[in-house]
């Protein structure tokens, strides 16, 4: 499968302040993905990355809110912008390759002060 | 609505015990299921999925449309079972994964 290196693995931030969390694979992947689980959550989808399409966005997350930079085929960056401490979640990256199904990063947790 | 429903957030056996964790799920379209585990402190990671009809550590499942059920077993419990289970199911076409609320599973000694 996939290798997944995602970063930071944590932080703390001001309220206000942007976080941009970085994804990197080791192999080409059409299709990324960002995802959030809040405390005591499930995980649910922020938006698909797709190189050379803009990004798209699952209900209740906007562009403003969560840019997404998929510049090639083994990277993705999610920005949380203006940040609240209702932002403070573990964000995940995850990639699907036909034969291999999805793999996960290991997430970077942000809290928000 | 495509929707995945595990109703247990929390569920504590004894060792050597069987465990069954609970999955169903809401799809108009052919489902396809996939149960991940994910370890203390390690990333999630896929444990099965329903077309391979595999068993990984010990587990199965087993897809039943009729119920809408992939529920996840095991005969025997290990302590090394102890994880985290989210029960997900592939939206056909965007490729997507909606998840359910996922169940701790603890194994006592």
């Known amino acids: 499968s996939a290798v997944i290196s995602q970063k930071p693995s944590r932080d703390i931030c001001q309220r206000g302040t942007s976080l941009t969390i970085q994804c990197q694979v080791d192999?080409?992947?059409?299709?990324m993905f960002w995802y959030r689980q809040q405390p005591g959550q499930s995980l649910t989808l922020i938006a698909t990355?797709?190189?050379?399409?803009?990004?798209?966005?699952e209900s209740g997350f906007v562009i403003d809110k969560f840019p997404i930079s998929r510049p090639n085929l083994t990277f993705s960056t999610l920005t949380v912008s203006n940040m609240s401490p209702e932002d403070s979640s573990i964000y995940l990256c995850?990639?699907?390759?036909?034969?291999?199904?999805?793999?996960f990063g290991s997430g970077t947790r942000l809290t928000v002060v | 609505a495509q929707r995945v429903t595990q109703p247990e957030k929390l569920l504590s056996v004894f060792k050597g015990a069987p465990v069954e964790l609970k999955c169903n799920y809401s799809y108009s379209g052919s489902p396809e299921l996939f149960w991940y585990v994910q370890y203390s402190r390690q990333r999630l990671q896929l444990l099965l999925r329903?077309?391979s009809r595999e068993s990984i550590k010990g587990f199965t499942a087993d897809l039943n449309k009729g119920e809408t059920s992939f529920h996840l077993k095991k005969p025997f419990a290990q302590e090394e079972d102890s994880a985290m289970y989210y029960c997900?199911?592939?939206?056909?076409?965007?490729?997507?994964?909606?998840f359910g609320q996922g169940t701790r599973l603890t194994i006592n000694p």
């Open positions: 997900a199911l592939l939206i056909q076409g965007a490729q997507k994964l909606v």
């Open positions: 995850s990639v699907f390759r036909t034969n291999y199904g999805y793999t």
């Open positions: 329903h077309i």
């Open positions: 990355a797709n190189q050379g399409s803009e990004a798209t966005y």
């Open positions: 192999s080409q992947v059409t299709m």
